[in-house]
């Protein structure tokens, strides 16, 4: 039985005498004869494979690229804004009993009456140092009034009815002293003039 020889590039069978391969063309020495049978060579899958690793490696650059030249921060959530408190609901609290613990009245509707110790205008809104008077009483306390909006005609020595929701407290520093306190805070949402007396303000009628 006669040896088969195979094409050395692409192991197919050769045809007995033939200068080329029939399948894949090439060209046979002079010097070339049968060779043994050899297992053809798939090339196939591991060309594929390094194909997809070539674009897997593509796709991974191109992501850190994009990671390395994006600017900005990513945009923050929209804030829904607050609706207004009514104002017919809230309540008369104590200014003493605010004072003492102001975490128990955070989120409160309340309104407080008494003279403007001070007033301050920033970019984000006005600071109010109001000296709060209980009811039936002529002591003061001082609760912290702040306002998000410009509330320009506020005026220092003045007594004031405020509209406001409990918000804490705030540090309030003296200016004689440089010494630094924590005062109850509330934010205000509405204000009114309140009457005064030859001594300063009304104690307000609840």
């Known amino acids: 039985m006669t040896a088969q020889s195979f094409c050395p590039q692409c192991g197919k069978v050769r045809l007995t ?64 804004p607050q609706p207004t408190p009514d104002y017919t609901a809230a309540r008369y609290i104590d200014p003493r009993a605010i004072a003492s613990d102001p975490a128990r009245y955070r989120g409160v509707n309340l309104w407080l009456q008494g003279q403007a110790l001070s007033v301050e ?7 109010v140092q ?48 440089g010494a630094t306190n924590t005062v109850a805070a509330v934010r205000a949402y509405r204000y009114g003039s309140a009457p005064a007396t030859t001594y300063g303000c009304a104690a307000p009628t609840n």
């Open 17 to 80: 005498g033939a200068p080329f391969c029939a399948h894949c063309g090439r060209q046979f020495g002079p010097g070339t004869g049968p060779s043994a049978p050899t297992r053809p060579r798939r090339t196939g899958p591991r060309l594929v494979g390094v194909l997809i690793v070539g674009l897997l490696l593509l796709a991974a650059i191109g992501g850190l690229s994009n990671a390395g030249t994006t600017s900005g921060a990513a945009p923050s959530a929209t804030q829904t």
């Open 121 to 127: 205008q920033h970019d984000s809104g006005t600071w």
């Open 130 to 177: 109001i000296m709060a008077q209980p009811v039936g009483s002529t002591a003061t306390e001082s609760i912290v009034v702040t306002f998000d909006g410009k509330a320009t005609d506020l005026i220092k020595g003045k007594c004031y009815q405020i509209y406001a929701v409990g918000d804490g407290t705030s540090d309030v520093t003296r200016t004689l002293t």
